[in-house]
């Protein structure tokens, strides 16, 4: 397969980069129930939003992807679906807004965090209180290389390290994986697979939304914190008729 070249996301003025999550742990009612109840209006206010987000639907019973070939995982970057959902994800760990953090909780925001060892250093701690309250930790290599550029021996050992990292931070085996710059060639593929990894996840920034997207919202720049950037974001989905689902909940 070849390369697929590197994206860069342009940062405009729209704003926004198998776990045991909490909420994973819940019973299917109860996940439901969390998933369709309602916030007071107060809640979106404080946060900077003008109305509620939609519930989301119920999610598929069914992976709708297809592997990228025999024995490897699928690679992602819109989810095959009708619903006017879309998946909010950030990468590497660099910037950690303690107010991100009430922002997740309060408005029970189902984001999934691809994070790198070397970025996130002594963070971990502010990704655990992200985790407890709904946050999915998932899979971006230990140092954030240019995976084409090694040979499948040094791409397994940045993806099963990061792995084994997670696992000792938080006792998760990741099932996500998103390769640094959005680059892959097919030994990336096969040492995800090696370590456990399910799907390769990349992204679909547009202006114009469509259903499925996987949005890669940029950490605070330009002056704005995390928490700005991702009200941003919110906005625009809000905007165009869209909603916020759980990426894992659709793969």
Not at 11 to 30: H, I, M, Q, Y
Not at 51 to 69: I, M, N, T
Not at 207 to 230: F, K, M, V
Request: charged share 25%.
């Amino acid at each position: 397969m070849a390369v697929l070249a590197s994206a860069l996301l342009a940062v405009g003025a729209t704003g926004c980069s198998r776990s045991v999550d909490p909420v994973e742990r819940l019973d299917k009612k109860a996940t439901s129930a969390l998933r369709t109840h309602s916030l007071p209006a107060t809640t979106y206010r404080r946060w900077g939003l003008a109305a509620p987000l939609p519930p989301a639907p119920k999610p598929p019973a069914r992976p709708a992807v297809r592997p990228a070939g025999p024995g490897l995982p699928p690679v992602v970057d819109r989810v095959p679906t009708r619903d006017k959902v879309v998946f909010l994800t950030f990468d590497d760990g660099a910037e950690r807004d303690p107010r991100f953090v009430d922002m997740v909780r309060e408005l029970r925001l189902p984001v999934t965090m691809f994070l790198t060892d070397s970025v996130v250093g002594p963070g971990y701690a502010h990704f655990g209180r992200l985790r407890a309250v709904g946050a999915s930790v998932q899979n971006h290599t230990l140092d954030h290389p240019y995976l084409p550029g090694l040979p499948y021996a040094g791409q397994r050992a940045e993806i099963c390290g990061q792995q084994e990292k997670l696992r000792q931070r938080f006792g998760i085996r990741p099932r996500l994986f998103r390769p640094p710059y959005g680059a892959y060639n097919d030994d990336t593929l096969r040492a995800a697979a090696d370590c456990g990894l399910t799907a390769v996840i990349l992204w679909s920034n547009q202006d114009r939304l469509r259903p499925g997207d996987i949005l890669h919202c940029p950490e605070g720049q330009h002056g704005t914190s995390l928490t700005e950037a991702t009200t941003r974001m919110l906005t625009r989905i809000q905007e165009q008729g869209f909603t916020l689902a759980r990426l894992e909940d659709y793969l």
